[in-house]
């Protein structure tokens, strides 16, 4: 390997021959010696319908907690139907009134799928970079600076973020299939990219 000049004999540079560079990059218009880094192609992000199915996966829990706490406030409620029929028609009105056991079950269960999200979402997913969907779908979220994740307080204000994807007719989550990045609108409030593992 050719050691450019001005680089310590006998040394290996890095970046295929280059030093590594030192201070902010230089001036627009200005020239220098050193090559810096160009950014990821977008290739390198992981593909909109890949965080579509990361994200479905998340949801089946949550919706499933959700369900059985419904469930079981349905199947616990008085039900009562009351028919008249008059000259002019027939009419039947019903109602539903949801016992003390159902409407305890709606709320631990649901509870227990904000505490099911807040774990994956937040502990997780801010610890390791990946959800339990991101882990099966094998991908990340890290910050787009360090490529490090982004901890449990920065990784749940990233999904409250996630409202603003919402807003529009959700345009903010098809973001990814235009954008070089591959982020949401989210994504760039927080400085996050996803990426393979």
């Known amino acids: 390997m050719t050691v450019p000049p001005g680089f310590p004999p006998g040394d290996t540079p890095p970046w295929g021959g280059y030093p590594a560079p030192t201070g902010p990059p230089p001036a627009f218009g200005a020239h220098s010696a050193v090559p810096y880094p160009t950014s990821l192609p977008k290739s390198a992000y992981t593909p909109w319908l890949t965080r579509v199915a990361a994200y479905l996966i998340d949801l089946v829990p ?3 907690l959700a369900a059985v706490g419904q469930g079981i406030q349905f199947a616990t409620a008085a039900n009562s139907c009351i028919t008249d029929q008059t000259d002019s028609g027939y009419s039947l009105a019903c109602s539903s009134h949801p016992s003390t056991l159902g409407v305890a079950a709606s709320l631990v269960f ?13 502990y997780r997913q801010g610890i390791t970079g990946s959800s339990i969907g991101k882990s099966v779908m094998r991908f990340k979220v890290v910050d787009e600076a360090t490529d ?7 990784s749940v204000l990233r999904q409250f973020a996630h409202i603003i994807d919402g807003l529009l007719c959700n345009i903010g989550y098809l973001f990814p299939l235009w954008d070089a990045k591959r982020q949401t609108i989210a994504d760039k409030i927080m400085s996050t990219v996803c990426l393979p593992t």
Do not use: K, S
């Open 62 to 64: 949550v919706a499933l």
């Open 110 to 122: 649901g509870m227990l799928a904000v505490v099911f999200a807040l774990w994956n979402y937040g």
């Open 148 to 154: 490090r994740p982004i901890g449990f307080g920065r």
